[in-house]
């Protein structure tokens, strides 16, 4: 139940949008990008590729998203995020989709393999949604809804289960794009639903404690442009590579 002085978050719907798209295209480029980990033909080109699917899900779909959806929640108090645990979270995103990805893409696909890739994987999402949550430095206290924050972590769960699971068994643009679509709607779905769990109590510290902190606006319209940059690269460049692997093989 929310507290009666609680400060309400206020979302812009515009912003929401955003964060929706933000998360599709990291979807849709780790999709593209995943396809490259079974096919690898040594450890080397393996890793790279684990690395590169782990960071467009991780910190573009998961992370990325997270801090923009962080921008539309619109409270009547000043927020700035500590740089260290903001970073912690980015970590914590991107590490545990390579875990993932690593242990769902390893010798033959089965199901047992991909729930305890899922498991790891969406806690560790869980772990970044809440850490960035910590990041935050304000004049109140976040009181979290113990009901919500399982249910925001079994989403989680689930939707990396399912984000494995299209990463390794689709293939063609067309199947990748409704799966990102699909993406984008459940990790909007994780967050806003730990959104949802937390109330924000006002506890007097006043604008003192935003002191060393990063601005929110600067922090999530420079995340905006980094990543959709980063993932448009990443994208294209693989795309460039399966075109030219489909024409050695004609």
């Not at 929706?20 to 849709?28: A, E, I, P, Q, T």
């Not at 995103?93 to 729930?115: D, E, Q, R, Y």
Request: a neutral charge; hydrophobic letters at 60%; proline letters at 3%.
């Amino acid at each position: 139940m929310p507290h009666e002085h609680a400060i309400q978050c206020i979302h812009e719907p515009y912003l929401v949008v955003l964060s929706y798209l933000v998360s599709v295209l990291g979807s849709f480029t780790a999709l593209q990008l995943a396809v490259a980990i079974p096919a690898a033909t040594g450890p080397a080109q393996r890793l790279r590729a684990i690395v590169a699917a782990g960071v467009a899900m991780g910190g573009g779909a998961i992370w990325a998203m997270h801090f923009i959806a962080m921008l539309a929640c619109n409270m009547d108090i000043p927020v700035a995020y500590d740089v260290a645990l903001t970073t912690l979270s980015a970590l914590i995103g991107m590490v545990s989709c390579m875990l993932g990805l690593s242990i769902a893409g390893s010798s033959v696909f089965g199901w047992g393999k991909l729930v305890v890739a899922g498991v790891f994987m969406g806690l560790g999402v869980t772990g970044m949604h809440y850490t960035g949550m910590a990041a935050m430095m304000m004049p109140a206290n976040a009181v979290y809804d113990t009901a919500l924050v399982a249910a925001s972590a079994t989403i989680a769960v689930v939707a990396s289960i399912v984000a494995l699971w299209l990463a390794f068994k689709l293939r063609g643009a067309m199947q990748m794009f409704g799966s990102a679509l699909v993406m984008g709607i459940a990790v909007c779905g994780m967050h806003y639903t730990g959104m949802a769990a937390a109330s924000f109590l006002p506890n007097g510290a006043g604008n003192a404690v935003l002191a060393g902190g990063l601005s929110g606006d600067y922090l999530g319209s420079s995340i905006f442009v980094v990543t959709t940059v980063v993932l448009a690269m990443m994208l294209v460049t693989s795309l460039i590579r399966q075109r030219q692997r489909q024409l050695v093989e004609i």
